[in-house]
């Protein structure tokens, strides 16, 4: 495995130098520069603008740049940003990643578990109206056009319900006396998620051991007690009325992202599982007289899950996208607003370095699942 | 005289297809004692696998009960529901299925299976005991007990249907039922498999139904053999009289294909045609078609199954009075 691992990570260096050549080619190619966006100034003259480009190093040749881009992004140095001049773009990011990354992650999250849920059952009970409404519904949410629907979605439930905040990441007014930077609040939010999943899966590693009954006492003990302890930590800090806030503010996106996303995992959830139900090892699992449930969680639908798991590599590509477009319509201060804006302007170090955040992203959720599916399929032997 | 424990009275069961009406099985009726062994023999197709599920009601969506009874222990389970089932499945009556090699979860590991089954219905144990209980039913079988912590994948044609035995055992059922157990491996293999099978049966003192489309493998591990053709059960006797005063003509002409080594030469009377599509049974004798001795009757009335002396059975209107 863990040969495997670093043969994978060479690869994923490769692909990713090939990934920078090639983005840093299509931005060399678009016509003009940053400096042109000054055309129609009439303040500024031609030799001020040419200054402008050379103080920017825009005159020197594309090659000689470009080695000299590789050469500082290997010293960890992604330049400066054009248009938050002087901002570096490595802190641009630092400060905007977490944010994608919690919509992008939780959105996930909650569409494969509730595509996974809804498809199981469809499956599992073959047939019923509930099928045709759910099927006919995922797809059309699925195939509707992004900006349209975020758009129907804020209209519904911030404007017309007030549910939710109408974009944006935070509520200003109630900031202004805030102790710390709402970044700090959401820096500590994402460490929370992040132990909070470590340790509820180590948990549950743990006691997989127990007998049936015992078990579910304990998953759910251990569930409650771990959200017992982050509220208290939450609560005692007295930072938790500025988590929830933010919290209020990721909603809406996560649901809309959800409701776009989760057809995916439901129809391929529906189409796997019915295959699996045919399997010999399903029959064996009824004659061994095992409570349905049982039979279609712990049997059927274990299994059901190694080709929904396999595609969910091919549906990055969706959601980063989908991701970039949601950023956009909810106003949501993330990597997607700044790529858009970027590319509007030819911020050209910070396109670029959206871009490189992108692929390495992408590249590491695909090394994880690659991961993941080892674990979930004992078949799988890496190395 | 032991007790009998299954007494199956006038199946019936159809599968519902877009073409029509399968009719696999067609008025079976037969008992089973306690510790005794039960062949059941006939060509691909005849519904011996029908009958095994319908033992444990193990139906596919399409098939239905139309009637009858399938009485375990004084229980009729065709009434039953797939919940007031589930005590009885394993726990009393357990299968080794025809896919054995693919009767086992490819995410698990093979001796967590069979606790599961344990666990299930021996609720009792604890961890450590249902291990325990493990590598004795792996000892039992011939496996190496530390393979229990082995995914099906690591083991061979040979080994998977040992576990699987191991799994079928491990609830010291009442009786156990092996759908062609053996069809996978290879002859040699298939040998000592059944030899263990009906070794260990006899250690434990269950009961056994063993199906094969082969009376050769049948008639070693068998203490009476009931014959199918086209959904029906056309001849029952005990292993002995099957093969030395065989009644119905189908199993006349099964026992003749049955090459004898020591005996004296006969003329090998091969079985003209194929059996017949479910779909459309032949009226009358099913077997009417392709028998030798058939006449009128045979084409327009279903002969009885009735006992020819001596609890052997068949259904025929011309019994045939042959000494093999
Ligand atoms: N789910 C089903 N739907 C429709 N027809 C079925 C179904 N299962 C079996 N049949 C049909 O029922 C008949 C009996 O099948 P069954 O599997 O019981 O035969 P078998 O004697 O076990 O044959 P084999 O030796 O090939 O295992 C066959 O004609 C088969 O095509
Ligand atoms: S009833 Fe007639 S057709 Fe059927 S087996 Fe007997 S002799 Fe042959
Ligand atoms: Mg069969």
New interface residues.
Partial sequence: MARYIAQRLLQIILTFFLFLALSYMLLEAMPGDFSQLFLQDPKLTLAQREAIAASLGLNRPPHERFFRYIGSFLRGDLGVSFQYYPRPVVDVILERAPRTLMLFISSTVVSFYVGFFVGKLLAWRRGRVLEYITTVGGVTLYTVFTPWFGLLMIWLFAFTLDWFPIGKFITPRLWRDAPVEANVVFNRMLLTALVVSIVLLTWFILTR????RRRRVVHWGGMGLGLAVVVGIWGASGLGPYALNILHHLMLPVLTLTLISFAGTMLLTRNSMLETLR???I??????????K?IRDK?AA??AMLPVVTSLVFSLAFALSGGVITEGVFSWPGMGEVLLTSAVVQDIPMMMGALIFTAIFALLAHLVVDILYAF????IRYG | MSETILRVENLTMHYTTRAGIVSAVDDVSFTLDEGESLGLVGESGCGKTSVANSL?K?LADNAVIKGGQIRFKGTDFVPLS??E???????NI??V?Q?AM??????YRVGDQII??L???LGL???AQARQRVTELFTMVGLDPALMDQ?P?EYSGGMRQRAVIA?ALSCNPDLVIADEPTTALDVIVQDALLRQLKTLQEMIGMSMIYISHDIAVIAEVSDRIGVMYAGKLVELASADEIFHHPVHPYTVALMSAFPSVTGPKRELQTLAGEPPNLLYPPSGCRFHPRCPFATEICRQQEPEFKDHGGGHYAACWHPQEVTV
Avoid: C, Q
């Fill in positions: 051991r127990i007998d049936t399997e010999d090892y029959t064996t699992a009824r004659a061994k007289g095992l409570p349905e049982v049997h274990r299994n979930l399929d004992p078949r | 444990l193990l797939e919940e089932m589930r005590p009885y499945r394993w726990r357990s299968m299925f896919a693919n009767s086992l979860n490819p995410v599961e089954a666990e299930t219905h144990y604890s961890h995914y994948h799994m």
